[in-house]
């Protein structure tokens, strides 16, 4: 009987400590903002949005999960005054920005003579300086390619992940993928290889896997929210996921990554290939109370 006893005494102890660690379970879990939840109280209180440039500035309204339209956005994405026009030699297809807003490496095109060439724009110095020529019509850079202290740059090249230091006009492959991002905190160098996301650190060690994307095809960079903690991107979605038969449907979406909370940004298709940027938005700030 007394054997009996103990086996069903451990029993009950067993159950009991079960319990109590789903019970702390889903109170931790409780506990956690959504990754949605941060943001919209990152937006309440500092203004934080993600934004792009199509028919003016558009933004996300994290609370309302709509796009809405920024008209005192347009300096945060290039400096005041700039335009391609004084440069008739120089068509852009991708812009990034030094975090000077002094330098600005972009697929350009000679309007002469229609060569292409990978290059940075030095606004004072106006030159211009070649970082690869003869190459495609094509997007190479994101718009986080920059380190924090604008002497290299990330870029996209037959596949490859390079680094291109500005100091010894040299550029090395770190890595196979595409897409490259630089983190703000300047520590990680985010890519993309399929539907995979990964990071590195700029000298190539660590790499780990972020994610992948099992819903919809990849087809963005990943883009780090000033704290390097937050990415948003692009996913493409089939027919299965909400998709539709004879149209692409790109939907741009949020993720923590300490702990995968990831979201749906808003209804609408996106460009895959927007010039997109964190940024601080006083406007929202001014209108954060009709919301």
């Known amino acids: 009987m007394r054997k009996l006893s103990v086996v069903r005494w451990g029993k009950i102890m067993l159950r009991l400590a079960i319990c109590t660690v789903t019970i702390v379970s889903s109170a931790e879990a409780t506990a956690r903002e959504s990754v949605l939840s941060e943001l919209i109280r990152l937006q309440q209180e500092t203004g934080l949005t993600f934004a ?11 609370k309302k999960r709509a796009v809405v339209t920024l008209k005192d956005s347009l300096q945060t994405f290039r400096p005041d005054g700039f335009s391609f026009g004084e440069h008739p030699e120089v068509l852009g297809i991708d812009a990034c920005w030094s975090h000077d807003q002094t330098k600005l490496v972009s697929t350009m095109i000679n309007r002469s003579t229609g060569s292409v060439r990978l290059g940075i724009l030095d606004l004072n110095s ?21 380190s924090q202290n604008d002497k290299k740059l990330v870029y996209e090249m037959d596949g490859a992940v390079r680094l291109y230091d500005l100091e010894n006009d040299r550029a090395d492959d770190v890595a196979k993928g595409t897409d490259p991002t630089w983190s703000p905190d300047g520590e990680w160098i985010g890519f993309r290889d399929g539907d995979t996301y990964y990071a590195m650190h700029p000298n190539g060690s660590d790499r780990k896997k972020l994610f992948r994307n099992h819903w919809g095809s990849s087809v963005s960079a990943l883009y780090w929210s000033p704290n390097s903690k937050i990415v948003a991107y692009v996913r493409e979605l089939g027919f299965l996921q909400g998709g539709a038969l004879d149209a692409e449907v790109n939907q741009l979406r949020a993720r923590r990554l300490e702990d995968g909370s990831d979201v749906s940004l808003c209804p609408d298709s996106v460009d895959w290939y927007a010039n997109y940027h964190w940024i601080t938005s006083p406007e929202l700030m001014r209108h954060r109370g009709s919301e």
Do not use: E, M
């Open 126 to 146: 106006k030159q211009t300086r070649a970082i690869a020529i003869n190459v495609d019509q094509k997007p190479y850079v994101t718009s986080q390619c920059w």
């Open 52 to 62: 792009w440039i199509h028919d003016g500035v558009n933004a996300v309204s994290f």
